[in-house]
């Protein structure tokens, strides 16, 4: 068992959320002695949105959570750890299949009602059948404030469980959101990271629901990456209870993201999937200090967080900051490796808030003591500013230490 | 001083080349008690070919020799390792003027056809004085056997000194060809790869030889990968001294490779270049196991070499490989995240020769014993099937072990 990260947050206080009860078990699918299945219960009538990796080996279970959100509801949600049933053919088909029916079943819905995501091994078959016989149990023991034990049980090499949540106000109601997410290695998220589900009270229908999380984890989720390498089972699901009494949500909110009617519930949701991210960061696998790369004066943002991404997967700045070496050598050079538009002699960048180098120079009596100082904490911050326009961007990234090479050169995940 | 990387190759026999003489000397640019400077002299009327990193933010030396290219002739080179003159402003630009002078007193040329490079620490001025005081007592000490002294002398993190030979027919007359390279972090070449220096006492025109380098750098050096970092100073020089007698090699060489005159020379040039572009990756900062991925079924032989450096890049495919473990999974993965045509029914993939995956499932019964002997060796082995076309490429790249991270961690390069 790895030690908790140094960079771990604790879990906040989770109060139950109308319409939305979970439990936890130990089906046995992996890990001996550990809850490894998940199931949650949503109240009829909730509404759903998903982002899914882009990875095109996709697992089984993201394919059908795919084809499940077309119709745009969802009655139930299962989810295990220790098996990605990615790569796994036919049986991989047998095996979400076989386990949203039985959910389906002691639900009472249709089967295209129950959400799968998988997290593990790739390429071994999942014994679904310790699955579905775990079900009816967990089915019975469905509580409104097992929070900690979804989150947990979602976990795989993660050090420690991660959720957040707000409120928020639609008109004259409160409103509340909730979201449980697990990494912590594969994660360079294309579209989304790894597992993450988020739910809310709030009545919305689902292709507003829909746009407002696709924006919102292309600002959280898609701003990080603990290892460049993206997941074959990425999926962030957003589920809408509509327990809440609020005023009533237009379907189409009056624009694209909602109108004025939903502004706090959007930053609210956001806030909560800024959160889950940078949770994820921070129990990156070996994860010692949590690295902000902020990019300005880019030609776009699309350019600005494309640099700043190449800054934060690049391994030879990872390492010197897992060093304590504010090696801004080594980001010129991630920089210059983006394919992106910039030129050396305009280039600025900063460690801690101190400007090492500016147009294409070092900066000759720069102050180095708070650089030192600062390269010793949990968290650095790296400014990179290209000097060609207005494109702006934040990247959250964490180092890479020994203890990566030990969870992955050991693992078989 | 690290030990020798247990992929090492001994240094081949290098016979002197008609046309080139060279000299290593102790700059004391960084480091202490060994040589670190590199004179190489050319015969006149020697012919030149260079290709150049594509990084945004490259290094003065790389500005000086693109201008330098275009006079197509050249004289004499000088490198330096321990700082790579990059991100210097006009204090670079001032050290690789005044080397190039000095260096063109002494050799009695014009300034132009000095080529310089320089590898090591980013962002700090160049001491270029220690080199121009240098050079006199390097150019009174040339000499035409002093291979193992430049390939030495050019190293920075490199546990051992690199340099491939062959020889080839040109019509009636034997030529030879000679490289010497140096690695071996911040390896992910897009045009080349850091140093690399090729000589040959062939004849042949500047236009020609460019033709010939650009294609040879790019099946091999541009299809290597250490750590996905792409060096500010990649650079790899081709010199055609013309002292060989030969039959003579029109200025268009009937074809845009060289025609039926050049085909064994091109043949020649490259397995000099790929002996040197194997040297780096065997040299890899921390490795221990050397890869090669072959990638079949792509849908064009570009789309296949995106997909083999994908993999070549993974940091859980690479430290997988460190750990001995055949994990396929992450080599699916690899290939799914690589933004390249793939499809997962279609797929299949092998480590060291037997098919663990076919068409998207794991092969039932696949013989595990031959997998696991092979990922013990020091050679690994992976092919992947697309099952789309019939695009081919072949990437090389090394583990991702402990050794990276303590010499990144702690090397201020």
Redesign the interface.
């Known amino acids: 068992m790895a030690a908790v990260s140094p960079l771990a947050v604790p879990l906040p206080a989770l109060p139950p959320l109308d319409g939305v009860r979970m439990a936890a078990a130990a089906a046995g699918i992996r890990y001996p002695g550990r809850r490894d299945a998940v199931l949650v219960e949503l109240a009829p009538g909730t509404t759903v949105a998903g982002v899914f990796t ?5 697992g089984a279970p993201v394919d059908w959570c795919r084809a499940a959100l077309r119709g745009g509801r969802a009655r139930a949600v299962v989810v295990n750890a220790g098996n ?1 049933n ?6 991989g088909r047998e095996a979400v299949r076989a386990t949203a029916d039985t959910a389906a079943g002691l639900l009472g819905c249709p089967t295209r009602q129950v959400f799968l995501a998988s997290t593990g ?5 999942l014994p679904y059948d310790r699955l579905t016989a775990a079900l009816p149990a967990m089915h019975a023991d469905l509580r409104p404030d097992a929070w900690e034990d979804a989150a947990r049980g979602i976990m795989t090499t993660d050090t420690f469980p991660k959720a957040a949540t707000r409120t928020a106000r639609i008109g004259d109601g409160e409103v509340r959101i909730t979201g449980i997410v697990k990494g912590s ?2 994660i ?1 998220p ?1 579209m989304a990271t790894m597992l993450g589900f988020v739910f809310t009270d709030a009545k919305i229908p689902a292709p507003l629901l829909q746009k407002m999380l696709t924006a919102g984890v292309d600002r959280s989720f898609n701003c990080t990456t603990v ?6 089972s990425d999926t962030v699901l957003l589920f809408a209870t509509g327990q809440a009494r609020h005023a009533r949500v237009p379907a189409t909110g009056g624009s694209a993201t909602g109108g004025p009617l939903l502004r706090a519930f959007r930053a609210a949701l956001f806030a909560v999937l800024h959160d889950l991210a940078l949770a994820v960061v921070r129990d990156g696998e070996g994860a010692q200090k949590l690295v902000r790369i902020d990019v300005s004066g880019a030609v776009s943002p699309r350019s600005a967080r494309r640099v700043a991404l190449a800054i934060g ?4 700045v990872k ?2 900051i ?2 304590g ?1 504010a ?4 980001i ?7 394919g ?6 305009k ?1 600025s960048v900063a460690v801690g808030g101190v400007w090492m ?1 500016r ?4 900066v000759p009596d720069y102050d180095e003591a708070p650089v030192v100082a600062h390269m010793t904490g949990r968290e650095i911050a790296i400014a990179v500013d290209l000097g060609l326009g207005g494109g702006r961007a934040t990247a959250w990234t964490c180092d ?3 203890g ?2 030990d969870i ?3 693992y ?1 995940s």
Do not use: Q
Not at 121 to 125: F, H, L, M, N, P
Not at 327 to 330: E, I, K, Q
Not at 340 to 345: G, I, K, M, S, Y
Not at 359 to 362: H, I
């Open positions: 882009r990875n095109k080996c996709p990605a990615v790569f796994t053919g036919a049986a091994v790739i390429g071994e078959a290695g594969m360079a294309d290892d460049s390498d993206t997941s074959t997967n690049s391994p030879l390492t010197a897992a060093g070496d090696n801004w050598g080594r010129v050079m991630a920089v210059g490796k983006a992106e538009p910039a030129e050396r002699d280039l180098a147009a294409g120079s070092l890479l230490t020994h990566y090479i992955n050169g050991a078989r």
